[in-house]
């Protein structure tokens, strides 16, 4: 259960990684790095060619998945493959139209025979996306949904409620990327708020990158989101020594979970 890596007093990592970025290969290189760098679950890109919330890094690893010819079946295949090496629980990351044109059911269905522990959506609004909850909820696949800064608190609320597994609450307004540090003050804020209507796992994402910031949240949610700067680390570089900078960049941002 995705939901099981969520302790008391301990704040869980969860890295991103882009699935075909630069080859397959190195991705299933890079899963086995991070997990042996302690992370708690895994976030699995699936490349789009039309990513409203990733910035540059994120979009760009994503072209190069898709110049590899990496799509849907590809990354089912990564992840049984994965999973059968004990990696931590992934959640893929994806777009509603390559879910939609693959077929909801069918989509939910091999997701969870692949090993999948859940699946996030961005461009999937609240009041739109029962039908993909419920066809994910039959396979026992978990569902996060995001929280932004500027939702208002009411639509927080029913947002928390229709999550499942965790609340991904997003650090700022904007796309995903690691250029500039997030104020972490309205973020706290945000994240008292949250706590007042929901009981669910509390994980920040986007702009987080470095173990200074892990450090200054890591006591008021339950995990931390590391996307654009994981692949930073070991954008033009592949095979063990993309692996390598993989592992050494998530150790540090492990150990700032708890040191």
């Known amino acids: 259960m995705l939901e099981n890596?969520?302790?008391?007093?301990?704040c869980a990592f969860i890295p991103y990684v882009m699935a075909g970025d630069p080859d397959l290969?190195?991705?299933?290189?890079?899963?086995?790095?991070?997990r042996d760098a302690g992370a708690d679950a895994l976030e699995l890109g699936i490349p789009y060619g039309d990513p409203l919330a990733d910035g540059p890094t994120i979009a760009a690893a994503g072209v190069r998945a898709l110049a590899n010819h990496v799509g849907l079946p590809q990354v089912l295949e990564l992840v049984r493959d994965a999973v059968a090496r004990?990696?931590?629980?992934?959640?893929?990351?994806?777009?509603?139209?390559?879910?939609?044109?693959?077929?909801i059911e069918q989509f939910a269905n091999d997701a969870a025979r692949a090993g999948a522990a859940g699946v996030i959506v961005p461009d999937v609004a609240l009041e739109e996306g029962?039908?993909?909850?419920?066809?994910?909820?039959?396979?026992?696949?978990?569902?996060?949904?995001?929280?932004?800064?500027?939702?208002?608190?009411?639509?927080?609320?029913r947002i928390a409620q229709?999550?499942?597994?965790?609340?991904?609450v997003v650090s700022r307004l904007g796309v995903t990327g690691a250029g500039s540090?997030?104020?972490?003050?309205?973020?706290?804020?945000?994240?008292?708020?949250l706590r007042e209507v929901t009981d669910m796992p509390l994980a920040v994402g986007f702009g987080i990158s470095r173990p200074d910031q892990v450090r200054e949240v890591r006591e008021a949610v339950d995990g931390v989101i590391v996307g654009s700067a994981l692949i930073d680390a070991y954008a033009g570089h592949s095979g063990e020594e993309?692996?390598?900078?993989?592992?050494?960049?998530?150790?540090?941002?492990?150990?700032?979970?708890?040191?």
């Not at 993309?242 to 040191?259: G, M, V």
């Open 5 to 10: 890596i969520f302790k008391p007093g301990r």
């Open 25 to 34: 290969r190195t991705t299933a290189r890079i899963l086995d790095a991070v």
């Open 86 to 103: 004990n990696v931590p629980p992934i959640v893929l990351f994806t777009y509603f139209n390559p879910v939609y044109q693959y077929g």
């Open 130 to 157: 029962q039908e993909l909850r419920d066809a994910l909820a039959a396979q026992n696949l978990r569902m996060p949904l995001l929280v932004a800064p500027s939702t208002p608190r009411e639509r927080a609320a």
């Open 162 to 168: 229709a999550s499942s597994g965790f609340v991904y």
């Open 181 to 193: 540090a997030p104020d972490f003050t309205p973020l706290r804020a945000q994240v008292q708020a």
């Open 242 to 259: 993309a692996a390598e900078r993989a592992r050494e960049f998530c150790k540090s941002l492990r150990a700032a979970t708890i040191d």
